[in-house]
């Protein structure tokens, strides 16, 4: 079982059994068995509030214990809280795979999956640090401070068309 901590520091225990499958159809409608075919996980990397949806729904038995709403859940999910949360319901999904073989190719191809993303965002880094953003800042400050003591064109120096 894999577990995270929102942002209100309550401990979440995330575990996916058939039951868990079901809830999440019936109350999000979102089949967690199409994880496998990878077009389910792009749409939750690209809606954190359908994540949200699905994790509340997965936890919804935990969430009613300890009488946390979807409202207050979702108010303690931002930042480092959901990547924990992406992290523990997609290992718990490969867990659930039915044999060893199945969870040991859904366990790698999250690894690939995470190490692609590292590589992405490193890319993107080395992408914003080329662009010299504060030399760029700089110059436009210098330019701005060298043209904020000229006055504006007199009306008679501006040619007519």
């Given at each position: ?52 949806d699905?994790l ?47 969870r040991?190719?859904?366990h ?51 040619p007519?068309?």
């Amino acid at each position: 079982m894999h577990s995270f901590k929102d942002n209100a520091s309550r401990l979440w225990a995330v575990s996916v059994t058939v039951d868990t499958i079901k809830r999440v159809r019936a109350l999000v409608n979102v089949d967690l068995l199409n994880v496998f075919d990878g077009k389910l996980v792009a749409q939750l990397a690209g809606d954190p509030v359908l994540l949200c949806d699905v994790l509340y729904a997965v936890l919804k038995p935990e969430a009613d214990a300890q009488k946390v709403s979807d409202v207050d859940f979702g108010r303690a999910m931002a930042g480092d809280a959901i990547e924990h949360a992406t992290t523990a319901l997609l290992d718990e999904l490969a867990d659930f795979s039915r044999n060893a073989a199945q969870r040991q190719v859904t366990h790698k191809a999250l690894a690939k999956m995470r190490a692609v993303e590292a590589k992405a965002l490193a890319l993107m880094e080395q992408r914003v640090d080329a662009l010299g953003v504060d030399q760029v800042i700089e110059t436009a400050l210098r330019n701005a401070g060298a043209s904020s003591g000229s006055s504006p064109a007199s009306p008679e120096s501006i040619p007519e068309n």
